[in-house]
């Protein structure tokens, strides 16, 4: 099976999951509170199903065209933009009878879901699996550093201690989220020298490394050597070969794969001086990196020890706990992505159904697929928290609106609500999608 289907059939799947789960998560509360439920789709049903079937006072169905899923609710608003039912007299078990309470509790009830669905998934993956963990000493040759974290007194090999005065219990994985998405004061680290420093950083390291490209901040060193030379390449066009042995670029020892890369990045010029190792022979050959710095080649490491891992199994209790904490932190840190995406770079950085693909593994592997699932269901309960009138968010901001002024809005006011809400909606997926597209035919 090719890679792309396996990435498709896994992105579906957890869509499908999701969709289910936070429909679900407005159906129970209607239920609860004796309000018609019309229809539950899986997926939209633009002018047919490829499935449904009528139980009791509810179509059950799933639509052809999987950009998410709704529930119609009698009474209601909604994207199905049904205003003939709206010009009638209300009727006691549509949704504008009940108490704005109830309302409110329906309309949270989808992202109340994502949110459980994640912690339990967390839950559960900390009881089966444990997790993998790396600490200071477990990387051996140090981290790379950026050239931004140079500025701050970080060097090359650096090994990291403690982070405001707490070490980090995976650092390969939580110093780079550390970095972007929270507040840093210090970070303790042993320079290549053996020497201990404790190194101060501004409140905006996030948006400095966020705004130069250097992100991750930190990664681990490792030896390599240059497996293949993609045609047509830079590297190819310098004379570059599979099996040769970078040592140097403009001068500058190369040890590590992140040396080279540091070299080119930094690189001042539109061409670079590599000197090579080929046969016992060294040659020194002229390169010239594309714009966004890629030179075609494809590496292997050489010492795969570079890293070591070690596990963590949790009880019961732990897990519960562990799996609270885990979906605290993933909320804080996407919401803090926000501050990124609402820049003129981050939002070239905006991603479709394509990118969300690219996220899974390019095998079946049920670790990394619940492990996104819990997080795309974090991504969904935050977006449709946003207060867009088609979202939750939107029908939420209304209701508390309504229960502080003790007004309602109008049906027509909410119908032209909606309407925009849609249309922002389309032109954000539009937007996110496109740059899928850009990103696929111009790299």
């Known amino acids: 099976m090719s890679v792309f289907l396996i990435k498709g059939a896994q992105l579906l799947l957890s869509l499908s999951i999701l969709v289910v789960l936070h429909e679900l998560g407005h159906f129970i509360p209607a239920k609860v509170f004796k309000t018609r439920v019309e229809k539950f789709y899986l997926f939209f049903d633009v002018k047919f199903s490829l499935f449904k079937k009528k139980i009791g006072e509810t179509v059950y169905g799933v639509g052809w065209l999987p950009l998410g899923g709704y529930v119609k609710i009698a009474g209601m608003i909604d994207e199905s933009m049904d205003t003939e039912q709206m010009e009638q007299e209300p ?34 993956m900390l009881m089966v699996w444990g997790t993998n963990y790396t600490g200071k000493d477990d990387v051996k040759y140090g981290y790379s550093v950026t050239k931004t974290l140079e500025n701050y007194g970080f060097q090359q090999g650096d090994k990291i201690i403690s982070v405001n005065g707490k070490p980090i219990e995976d650092l390969t994985v939580d110093i780079n989220k550390v970095l972007m998405f929270r507040t840093i004061d210090n970070i303790k680290v042993e320079h290549e020298n053996g020497t201990v420093e404790n190194l101060k950083l501004p409140e905006d390291i996030g948006t400095q490394l966020f705004e130069a490209g250097d992100f991750p901040g930190f990664e681990a060193r490792s030896p390599f050597q240059i497996d293949s030379v993609i045609s047509d390449f830079p590297a190819a066009k310098a004379g570059l070969k599979a099996k040769d042995n970078i040592v140097a670029i403009n ?69 519960v706990s562990g799996g609270m904490s885990q979906a605290y932190w993933e909320i804080k840190d996407y919401l803090a ?88 909606l389309i032109g954000l997926v539009l937007f996110a999608n496109g740059n899928d597209i850009y990103k696929a035919i111009f790299g």
Request: charged content about 15%; aromatic content about 16%; cysteine-free.
């Open 91 to 124: 009727q006691p078990w549509e949704f504008r009878s009940k108490p704005a309470w109830q309302r409110l509790i329906i309309m949270l009830g989808g992202v109340f879901m994502n949110f459980i669905l994640a912690i339990f998934l967390f839950m559960v």
């Open 337 to 424: 992505q926000f501050k990124y995406i609402f820049t003129k770079k981050g939002a070239s950085q905006i991603g479709g159904f394509a990118a969300i693909g690219q996220m899974f593994p390019a095998t079946w592997n049920w670790q990394a697929f619940w492990y996104l699932t819990a997080f795309l269901s974090i991504m969904l309960g935050v977006l449709n928290l946003l207060p867009i009138p088609a979202l939750d968010g939107g029908h939420v901001m209304f209701l508390l609106y309504e229960m502080v002024s003790g007004r309602k809005p109008g049906d027509k006011f909410m119908e032209y609500a909606q309407m925009v809400g849609f249309f922002i």
């Open 251 to 319: 001068g500058q020892p190369v040890n590590y794969f992140s040396d080279f890369v540091y070299g080119l990045k930094n690189n001042t010029k539109d061409h670079a001086i590599l000197q090579i190792e080929r046969n016992n022979e060294t040659l020194e050959l002229t390169i010239m990196p594309t714009k966004d710095n890629k030179v075609g080649i494809l590496t292997t490491k050489t010492d795969l020890d570079y890293i070591k891992y070690n596990s963590r199994s949790y009880t019961f209790s732990e897990s």
